[in-house]
């Protein structure tokens, strides 16, 4: 027996609950991890509230994110006393996740825990920051440099937004950082923003081009905001979308793309392929301020997670939240 955070629906409703779970339930995958640490996300506060049909049938174990050692393996990459990773590819969603004492998995999800990280230290980056590396190598792909200006962070209190944040300050990019709480403007100004601005300059109806500013963009939002960040960037500029906290429709106009050169950029995680995954993690080993890192996250055990992902929803948890499958 082991403990888990477990989604059932049935007569009685859905409900995410901490429970007791034993290894035969696990489902199918030729490595078996013992977690240590694992993360909660925005999609795991979707998975545990039922907010959105995330979680695709039942009973299902949430977590998107794990870290922990093999104990384990008929894949040829891995044997016993491995540590290793798992970010995305439909965990949490389609296959038992990472909000667990256990996971078994494919062996092809897996990357090896860098030597730079600890678990912990891995699962505080977790798919947000990992994402957010990813974005801002595809700014870089796309030609934006810090001497060709400001980029823009939206959503810069959340994981992704925070750890894009400490990112691209520490490549010498001037950041400026979207809130809806004036309360984060320290942490913010902490990670490396070089100013923080409202979101309600972005979150509305704007005109199809505005006054240009941003040379990058890094977008979690979607919506309104989306098409505002499009508007303002300047001519030749890249923005990389990999959200839609504010929404999956895009109300904008072909003005920035035709007529500045502008290119939207999406960005995902979930079925990224590896060669890139291990890139990304390798800069993150490189590039990642540790102590940056530890300010960004915050902890919780696994028996405490249910309730956060109402939290989560609200915008009131700020940064990476870490969990400690172990208590």
Same mark, same amino acid.
């Given at each position: 027996m082991f403990k888990a955070v477990k989604i059932e629906k049935d007569d009685a409703g859905y409900r995410a609950e901490y429970a007791d779970v034993t290894q035969e339930q696990l489902p199918e995958g030729d490595v078996t991890v013992r977690i240590s640490h694992s993360t909660l996300n925005y999609k795991d506060g979707l998975a545990i509230t039922g907010k959105s049909p995330v979680v695709r !049938?039942?009973?299902?174990?949430?977590?998107?994110?794990?870290?922990?050692?093999?104990?384990?393996?008929? !894949? &040829?990459?891995y044997q016993a006393g491995d540590w290793v990773v798992l970010n995305g590819w439909g965990v949490g969603e389609k296959h038992w996740g990472g909000l667990a004492?256990?996971?078994?998995?494919?062996?092809?999800?897996?990357?090896?825990? &860098?030597?730079?990280?600890?678990?912990?230290?891995?699962?505080?980056?977790?798919?947000?920051?990992?994402?957010?590396?990813?974005?801002?190598?595809?700014?870089?792909?796309?030609?934006?440099?810090?001497?060709?200006?400001? *980029? #823009?962070?939206?959503?810069?209190?959340?994981?992704?937004?925070?750890?894009?944040?400490?990112?691209?300050?520490?490549?010498?990019?001037? *950041?400026?950082a979207v809130s809806g709480r004036p309360e984060n403007t320290d942490y913010l100004l902490s990670l490396g923003a070089k100013e923080v601005v409202g979101r309600e300059l972005f979150s509305e109806p704007g005109k199809p081009l505005g006054k240009e500013r941003w040379a990058g963009a890094v977008d979690v939002v979607g919506g309104h905001t989306l098409a505002n960040v499009c508007a303002t960037t300047k001519y030749g500029g890249a923005v990389a979308?990999?959200?839609?906290?504010?929404?999956?429709? #895009?109300?904008?106009?072909?003005?920035?793309?035709?007529?500045?050169?502008?290119? =939207?950029?999406? *960005?995902?995680?979930?079925?990224?392929?590896?060669?890139?995954?291990?890139?990304?993690?390798?800069? =993150?080993?490189?590039?990642?301020?540790?102590?940056? #890192?530890?300010?960004?996250?915050?902890?919780?055990?696994?028996?405490?997670?249910?309730?956060?992902?109402?939290?989560?929803?609200?915008?009131?948890?700020?940064? %990476?939240? *870490?969990?400690?499958?172990? %208590?």
């Open positions: !049938h039942f009973p299902m174990v949430p977590g998107i994110d794990f870290a922990g050692e093999v104990t384990e393996s008929s !894949h &040829p990459d004492q256990y996971a078994r998995v494919s062996g092809d999800w897996l990357v090896p825990l &860098p030597e730079a990280f600890s678990s912990r230290q891995a699962m505080a980056i977790g798919t947000a920051g990992y994402t957010a590396m990813l974005c801002v190598m595809k700014l870089a792909s796309l030609g934006v440099t810090p001497e060709k200006g400001e *980029v #823009l962070v939206t959503g810069a209190a959340g994981g992704v937004g925070s750890v894009a944040i400490a990112l691209l300050a520490q490549r010498g990019y001037d *950041v400026v979308a990999c959200g839609l906290a504010g929404g999956m429709e #895009l109300p904008a106009t072909v003005a920035p793309f035709i007529l500045r050169g502008v290119t =939207l950029a999406g *960005v995902d995680s979930v079925m990224c392929p590896k060669a890139e995954r291990l890139q990304a993690w390798q800069l =993150l080993a490189n590039e990642l301020d540790a102590d940056k #890192l530890e300010s960004i996250c915050e902890e919780i055990g696994l028996s405490e997670v249910v309730p956060y992902g109402e939290a989560f929803l609200k915008g009131e948890v700020k940064g %990476r939240l *870490v969990v400690d499958v172990n %208590r």
